[in-house]
């Protein structure tokens, strides 16, 4: 029902900034809520922002706290993530996910199930 693609990866040195999008197919974009995971070679699938319906409200994992801020368009629908400071470790596959299910008090639903998810689009952070 919902199809989702990244874009907007590339190469950097450190230090410099990128901005991913997430482009949803479909006319119910504003029902779900979004997320940004990322996943580096031979490590686990990391949890790295979220953000509400509406998009007023937003949530980070510690090590992108300050550098990274998650927004959305929903008359675009699309999803943002504005990258700066980057650093090597955060040399990645990005990836959008959406989930119907979020409830509306607390971010305890970010690190949990998705309903929908794009094929990614990969980060390289170079020393």
């Known amino acids: 029902q919902v199809q989702l693609v990244e874009s907007g990866g590339g190469l950097v040195q450190t230090g410099g900034s990128l901005r991913l999008s997430c482009a949803a197919s479909?006319?119910?974009?504003?029902?779900?809520?979004m997320a940004w995971f990322r996943q580096a070679p031979g490590k686990e699938r990391e949890f790295v922002a979220a953000i509400n319906r509406s998009g007023s409200s937003a949530y980070y994992t510690d090590s992108v706290k300050g550098r990274f801020t998650i927004s959305r368009d929903n008359a675009k629908n699309t999803v943002y993530l504005q990258m700066n400071s980057l650093k090597p470790e955060d040399t990645a596959l990005y990836y959008c996910?959406?989930?119907?299910?979020?409830?509306?008090?607390?971010?305890?639903?970010?690190?949990?199930?998705?309903?929908?998810w794009g094929l990614g689009t990969q980060v390289t952070v170079s020393s």
């Open positions: 996910a959406a989930t119907l299910s979020a409830p509306y008090h607390d971010w305890s639903w970010v690190r949990g199930e998705y309903d929908y």
């Open positions: 479909g006319r119910t974009f504003s029902i779900y809520a």
